[in-house]
């Protein structure tokens, strides 16, 4: 098992995305299958996204075993005051500037649901988010 | 099958200077006794090596000239960037007529085959369904990097073989000698500026044999085409390109072409893996088409051009301008007949290249990756390359994967050393002497100096130049020349081993400068490796 | 030992080498520079460590039977004697470690000295009892 710990500092548009691709270069080193790699990365990719346009700054922690990959995304800042709503797909709380750089279209919390065979999000207004999501192999 | 590639290093001239493993961009160099090592299945042929490499050592293997006489036709396949290697006054066409002096019996203008793959590349945006945005198949190290780096991409590039190989196809069908009633063997020569393309000749991805049966190095055959040129010698070809496919061998040519706005142009490998990191965190789907060239400049700037490349651009750009027409050389209609007959397609798909595994199985490569996490927490980041990776991250590696012993780093070595120069046991030449049972042939005061370290030689000119004051001196000499080598550095103490004596001079001269000597019946080995355990614990 | 482990001891690279190295068995060592010692002492199974970085520790290999020599302080040897060492089938290890250091590594690991059997009589598989 390895871990990797990631640190991601809000509306750090310049390096968003290095956490996704940096985890799918290592899995395709290992050998995991395509398939998983492509899910595990996109879900790095997500949370890392969503720590960048809302929270002050965060962190994504990966482990890697035999078996799948588990994401874990905690940040500090506003957190999500209906969790239910933030997982609707399209609805979003983003600012219009993002939106120009392609993001923000409300798809990430649901995007890494759809590539998570776990998923669990908890959430404090005021503090912080935390998101876990697990990707199995086969 | 072994993988070929045409990028070699003559070993005799590589001093293992470093250079060249810094700019692979696929990390596929590794300096190995003092001598440049290639992985050659991660080679992609760019050039980049040969590119800095001070001592010429790095070499491409183009096929021989003679073979031009393989052939009962030869073919001379002329890319637009050969033209650029001349000056202003010489037209393509001095260029044609000079190649037939040289032997080949036909010329065909690769540029015209270019423009041809404007129009399937057309034909292909508006009749199949594809992702945006597409990469251009041109350039045959880009290709090359994509099937081992970023094997995920691959789907972008178009699935249509490379305009050289449609050129070649063009070109023997074109050749009047090329039909089944003809017994004549007919053979293509590529002039190339660089190595990819030799080996994309040898080895065409999709395993399908190439239309190209060879390819000379555009340096070996630039000199024999200079003597022949004659400006009143100058031949008209049948299929020339106007300025549009003349255009592809400087950069950004071949997006131009495609007559859209939204393209995309990269040149320099480097650049180009700028540009596919940020296609692969998922950026660019904006753009249609994205034309990346390994060399810088474009093909102009291949490694085994002539010209400066900054030079051969504007004779590159005058010559396009200069030869522009509303429409291109090829006709429309031809590409509309034979594109749907597959004319274009390419034959398999481009498969990845999974060399970068770090094991067979997962279990193997996850235990790989942290040993190799928890080493690269040892050493320094710098990324110097003096242990023979390219960066640290890579030199972890190459340590879990067996490739590289761990003690190559100086930096981590150090740290270490001082480490255990902090864990040493305070000791004096009498006590150590004492412990490790070493008789006193000759008393002197720094025998009750603390010792600082050993030195165990018998090169009297290593001792001069690393020995240092408080090291004790482990030797088999016994002449007298000890003594002096003694005073003049510095060392404490002699230990001469495996029960020599030293001669009476030599015991005379140390009691007059006051150097000690113990002597003993260990040999060096055994004085030095227990001496080590004394003083560390 | 098998010579393998050597080279990881050492941090050494091997720079001569046959193709299965491994099953080379290093028991004893000789550390030193002078080409007659080295004659006298080193034995079928001895590692010769040395500072000497020519053909000669090559040489004195294949008299004795030595089956490696390991130079010291990332010697590095010219390609002749390479050459010299691969058709003798005398494998070259090249260490960063000084002489006293690579020592100290391979009598910690335990490796013997090597010393020169006596006479036919007093054989004792090589090594004589101290």
Redesign the interface.
């Known amino acids: ?2 871990t ?1 710990t990631f640190r991601v500092r809000g509306m750090d548009f310049t390096n ?3 956490v ?2 940096k985890l ?1 270069r ?1 899995l ?5 299958e ?1 398939e998983v790699t ?1 899910r595990a990365a996109v879900a790095a ?1 997500e949370m890392e996204i969503n720590i960048v346009i809302h929270a002050y700054e965060g962190e994504v922690r990966v482990r ?3 078996t799948g990959v588990e994401i874990i995304a905690e940040d500090r800042g506003p957190g999500i005051p209906d969790i239910e709503l933030a997982m609707q797909e399209g609805y979003s709380t983003a600012p219009p500037e993002v939106w120009k750089m ?1 993001f923000g279209a409300g798809m990430g919390l649901p995007n890494i649901r759809k590539c998570s065979d776990i998923f669990e999000i908890s959430s404090e207004v005021g503090k912080g988010t935390h998101v876990r999501s697990v990707v199995l ?1 086969g | 099958m072994k993988y070929y590639h045409s990028v070699r290093l003559e070993v005799s001239r590589c001093i293992g200077c470093t250079r060249c493993i810094k700019v692979c961009p696929t990390e596929a160099i590794r300096v190995r006794g003092r001598r440049s090592v290639i992985m050659e299945d991660r080679c992609i042929d760019c050039g980049e090596c040969f590119r800095v490499c001070h001592q010429h050592a790095w070499q491409a293997m183009a096929d021989p000239l003679e073979r031009i006489g393989d052939f009962d036709v030869s073919i001379a396949l002329v890319p637009p960037s050969f033209y650029a290697q001349f000056g202003p006054e010489v037209e393509p066409e001095h260029v044609i007529s000079a190649l037939k002096d040289v032997g080949f019996q036909e010329v065909f203008d690769a540029a015209y085959a270019k423009e041809a793959m404007t129009r399937a590349y057309r034909m292909f945006m508006k009749t199949e369904k594809w992702e945006a945005p597409l990469i251009s198949p041109a350039c045959p190290a880009v290709v090359r990097l994509l099937q081992v780096s970023y094997p995920d991409l691959l789907g972008h590039i178009i699935p249509l073989d490379s305009p050289i190989e449609i050129a070649a196809k063009m070109a023997k069908q074109e050749s009047g000698a090329w039909s089944d009633s003809s017994n004549q063997r007919v053979g293509c020569f590529l002039i190339t500026p660089c190595p990819a393309r030799v080996t994309a000749i040898k080895q065409p991805v999709g395993g399908r044999r190439s239309y190209v049966d060879g390819a000379f190095s555009m340096s070996d055959i630039f000199g024999l085409v200079f003597k022949k040129l004659d400006p009143r010698k100058s031949e008209k070809i049948g299929k020339m390109a106007t300025g549009s496919g003349i255009s592809w061998a400087r950069s950004g040519g071949e997006a131009l072409s495609l007559g859209t706005k939204k393209v995309l142009a990269v040149d320099g490998i480097h650049a180009v893996i700028t540009v596919l990191h940020e296609l692969e965190r998922g950026k660019l789907r904006d753009i249609e088409f994205i034309e990346a060239r390994a060399c810088a400049g474009g093909c102009i700037g291949g490694p085994l051009t002539v010209e400066n490349p900054f030079i051969a651009r504007v004779r590159n750009r005058m010559l396009s301008e200069h030869r522009r027409s509303k429409s291109l050389a090829v006709p429309v209609e031809w590409v509309e007949e034979n594109y749907p007959k597959g004319y274009f397609h390419l034959a398999g798909t481009i498969p990845p290249r999974d060399v970068l595994r770090m094991d067979s199985t997962v279990r193997g490569a996850l235990d790989r990756l942290e040993r190799m996490e928890a080493l690269l927490q040892e050493l320094p980041g710098y990324d110097c390359g003096a242990c023979g990776s390219p960066t640290c991250r890579t030199y972890a590696l190459d340590v879990v994967c067996g490739l590289a012993g761990d003690g190559r780093c100086e930096f981590r070595r150090q740290a270490r050393d001082a480490d255990d120069g902090e864990r040493m046991v305070r000791m004096t030449c009498r006590q150590l002497a004492e412990r490790l049972g070493l008789d006193i042939a000759v008393e002197a005061e720094s025998l009750d100096e603390e010792v600082k370290g050993c030195w165990c030689s018998d090169m009297l000119s290593d001792v001069m130049a690393q020995a240092g004051h408080g090291d004790i001196w482990v030797t088999v000499h016994t002449h007298p020349n000890i003594v002096a080598v003694a005073s003049v550095t510095g060392v404490s103490a002699i230990v001469i081993t495996s029960d020599k004596k030293p001669e009476d001079r030599t015991l005379a001269s140390a009691r007059t400068h006051g150097v000690p000597i113990l002597v003993t019946g260990k040999s060096s080995f055994e004085v030095a490796g227990r001496l080590w355990s004394v003083l560390k614990r | 030992m098998d010579l393998l482990s050597v080279i990881s001891i050492l941090d050494a690279e091997a720079v001569a080498a046959p193709p299965r190295p491994g099953l080379v068995e290093i028991s004893s060592v000789f550390v030193g520079d002078l080409m007659s010692d080295v004659l006298s002492h080193a034995c079928p199974d001895t590692l010769i460590v040395t500072a000497l970085c020519t053909s000669q520790p090559v040489r004195v290999a294949e008299v004795v039977d030595a089956p490696a020599v390991c130079f010291v302080q990332n010697k590095m040897p010219q390609q002749s004697v390479l050459e010299l060492a691969r058709s003798k089938g005398i494998v070259i290890i090249v260490t960063p470690y000084c002489a006293y250091r690579s020592s100290a590594l391979l009598y910690r690991a335990g490796l013997q000295s090597a010393v020169r059997p006596v006479s036919p009589e007093g054989y004792n598989g090589g090594y004589l009892e101290i």
Do not use: N, P, S, V
């Open positions: 098992m390895t990797l968003a995305g290095e996704g691709a799918k290592i395709h080193q290992i050998g995991f395509r492509r990719y890697i075993f035999d392609g192999r």
